[in-house]
């Protein structure tokens, strides 16, 4: 079956515009999370969600920072007035849940490719 | 949150065995012990995890010290894809936290032919 897509697979933008980045989760998986990851680093989680609701989103770095998930489906990062800083790549993964205390048999998290963000 | 510790880099020739460590003598009781990879261009994909006992997927091996101060995946025989960046993490259910990786820089594992 399919994985995790995100589009697009690049993008270069200049200092200030805004980015929307998107997410497509595995069919029926219910946890939904993103995380960037700076040249050389390892990646640094952002948000996640369970169904519609982000019930984390404590690694957002500032308010310029956004996302959504409005049908528990595909999910869009949106990046305000972007910054030279925010150059990096996105990555989002899904799992089919993500409750605590369960077995985590249910909560690998499968990864998309990423979204290489190169603000100029 | 509990560290971990990995080196930065290992080698490895095809066809043999690789052991990979991580050290995490701060871990807690209810602490999984997770490994993720992540080859070249792509994104981290999950490898195995484990509690308190030794665990054998088609992938690898995790050995975990009996006082779970450290752990060791294994490869048990290297091929040219195995080269990645491997993470060990630790997650743990009880926290709100637990839902989320969290990543150190890994170790670069490079297998030579």
């Known amino acids: 079956g399919a994985g995790v897509s995100q589009t697009p697979s690049n993008k270069v933008t200049e200092k200030g515009k805004y980015v929307e980045l998107r997410c497509d989760p595995i069919?029926?998986?219910?946890?939904l999370y993103w995380y960037r990851q700076s040249l050389g680093q390892g990646p640094e989680f952002l948000i996640y969600f369970q169904g519609t609701g982000a019930a984390d989103d404590s690694g957002l770095p500032n308010d310029r920072f956004f996302a959504v998930r409005p049908e528990g489906s595909v999910s869009t990062l949106k990046i305000q007035r972007t910054e030279r800083g925010d150059s990096a790549v996105y990555l989002c993964?899904?799992?089919?849940?993500?409750?605590?205390?369960?077995?985590?048999?249910?909560?690998?998290?499968?990864f998309g490719p990423g979204t290489r963000l190169t603000v100029l | 949150d509990a560290k971990t510790t990995q080196p930065n880099s290992m080698e490895s020739n095809e066809e043999e065995p690789v052991h990979l460590p991580c050290n995490h003598s701060?871990?807690?009781?209810?602490?999984?012990i997770h490994w993720y990879r992540q080859l070249p261009s792509q994104g981290p994909e999950y490898v195995i995890h484990g509690l308190t006992s030794n665990v054998n997927n088609r992938m690898a091996s995790l050995a975990i010290a009996e006082d779970r101060k450290s752990s060791t995946l294994i490869l048990h025989r290297a091929t040219l894809r195995d080269a990645a960046v491997y993470y060990c993490i630790l997650r743990d259910p009880l926290q709100t936290s637990g839902s989320r990786l969290t990543f150190g820089e890994g170790t670069q594992l490079t297998v030579n032919p």
């Open positions: 701060t871990i807690s009781g209810t602490d999984y």
């Open positions: 993964a899904s799992s089919p849940r993500a409750g605590l205390a369960e077995s985590f048999s249910y909560n690998e998290q499968f």
């Open positions: 069919s029926g998986h219910t946890a």
